[in-house]
């Protein structure tokens, strides 16, 4: 079999396997329902819970909007949930494995799905509506997606709840567009190159 045959039906080639797809979907449903009974319901609004979906069903159906919107938000609250797991020491199973098994299965998916070039402003716009429900239908206390307030050890940095929204709004944009422009540039030159 020549070398690129083998490269396309390889095992993490996500086109050609995209049952990838079913890793974080099966890690949001095993969460999931550990936040449900032993946490709390309300904890479902944070963004992670709706990239991880996302991210699922953009890999399951091949869709690169629905990919992108996803995969920006795992690897954008990953370093997120990374200090609270540090700094409260929260290792939970199924939390660690939720939180990376996006990872793995978005970053595979990246070299084979392309993103729309909107694909930043729908991530975004996803982060603001999960924000504006967790604000809505959440208890204060838990502060679910920051919709209340700084989010415990950031307070010394900003001065008010508006500054720390658009410093975020700011830096998740610009992040999102450049791993939106990153995913477009390298799925071009593999096009290019094949």
């Not at 399951?60 to 795992?74: D, I, K, N, Q």
């Not at 098994?101 to 729908?122: C, D, E, I, N, T």
Request: glycine share 8%.
């Amino acid at each position: 079999m020549p070398r690129e045959a083998m490269r396309s039906v390889g095992l993490f080639d996500i086109r050609a396997h995209p049952g990838w797809g079913l890793l974080p979907l099966a890690a949001l449903i095993w969460h999931g329902a550990y936040t449900i009974v032993k946490l709390n319901p309300e904890y479902l609004f944070f963004v992670c819970y709706a990239a991880n979906f996302l991210l699922s069903v953009g890999i399951l159906t091949r869709s690169g909007l629905l990919t992108g919107t996803g995969f920006c938000w795992v690897v954008g609250g990953f370093p997120l949930w990374l200090h609270y797991a540090i700094r409260t020491s929260d290792w939970e199973p199924s939390g660690l494995v939720f939180h990376t098994s996006g990872l793995l299965a978005g970053a595979l998916s990246m070299r084979f799905h392309r993103y729309p070039r909107y694909a930043w402003v729908l991530a975004l716009a996803l982060g603001a509506f999960l924000q504006l429900l967790a604000r809505l239908f959440t208890d204060p206390v838990l502060n679910v997606n920051a919709a209340f307030r700084v989010y415990e050890g950031w307070e010394a940095l900003f001065s008010s709840i508006v500054i720390y929204r658009i410093v975020m709004a700011t830096g998740f944009g610009a992040f999102f567009l450049v791993l939106t422009w990153l995913n477009r540039a390298f799925t071009s030159l593999r096009a290019d190159s094949a």
